[in-house]
Each structure stands twice: as structure tokens, then as C-alpha cells.
Nanobody, 116 residues
Framework: QVQLVESGGGLVQAGGSLRLSCAAS????????VGWYRQAPGKQRELVAE???????NYADSVKGRFTISRDNAKGTVYLQMNSLKLEDTAVYYC??????????WGQGTQVTVSS
């Protein structure tokens, strides 16, 4: 069982930056896929960024060039650096970890609100 806890969300003006963190209950293995998703009111949850076991990062087109995902396996932490934030980035952001033979684990989410 893996528990994930997100932090770092908050209220920020458009154009500003935030750094989200996702702390796992133990270390993260190199074979784990980790990612960030978000869900805005009235919309489906969508992938923001992920680092699969192969290591090549994937980003949603809407965040390319503005967001950066990274991981520290030894610390059991996944980060999402968000720059040049836009109003449409407002959402609850969730961390997800997929572990082979164990499945998906989700955090409880952290609210990001971008104001004009």
C-alpha cells in the first residue's frame, strides 16, 4: 500500500508560479510511473504530466513549456513546477503513482487557484 500526500497548492496571480510536491509513504522505485493530474469544476480529470518507468516525460499540450515534472526516488517525492500560470490552470491537482503488480495510487488532491 502506498499513500500519497500533495502539498504546495494555493492562490496565485496569473503569470505566477507554484511548486507542488507529492510525498509517498516510502521510497519510489525506478519502475514506478508517477504523474500529476488535474480536475477543474465540471470537467473530467486530465493528465498534466507524467514520468513513466522508461523515464521519458509526457506533458499535456496545454502545459508544455510552462510546467516541469520531476522525481526524487530516494526521497519518495514527485514535484510539479508550474510557471506562467493561467486562469485555466485552476483545478484540483492530484498525484498518481502506478506500481507494477500493485496498481494505481492517488493522493487526496491540492487546490490551485489562479486569479486575474
Amino acid at each position: 500500500q502506498v499513500q500519497l500526500v500533495e502539498s504546495g497548492g494555493g492562490l496565485v496571480q496569473a503569470g505566477g508560479s507554484l511548486r507542488l510536491s507529492c510525498a509517498a509513504s516510502g521510497r519510489i522505485f525506478s519502475t514506478d510511473t508517477v504523474g500529476w493530474y488535474r480536475q477543474a469544476p465540471g470537467k473530467q480529470r486530465e493528465l498534466v504530466a507524467e514520468i513513466p518507468r522508461g523515464g521519458r516525460t509526457n506533458y499535456a499540450d496545454s502545459v508544455k513549456g510552462r510546467f516541469t515534472i520531476s522525481r526524487d526516488n530516494a526521497k519518495g517525492t514527485v514535484y510539479l513546477q508550474m510557471n506562467s500560470l493561467k486562469l485555466e490552470d485552476t483545478a484540483v491537482y492530484y498525484c498518481k503513482l502506478y506500481r507494477v503488480n500493485m496498481g494505481d495510487y492517488w493522493g487526496q488532491g491540492t487546490q490551485v487557484t489562479v486569479s486575474s
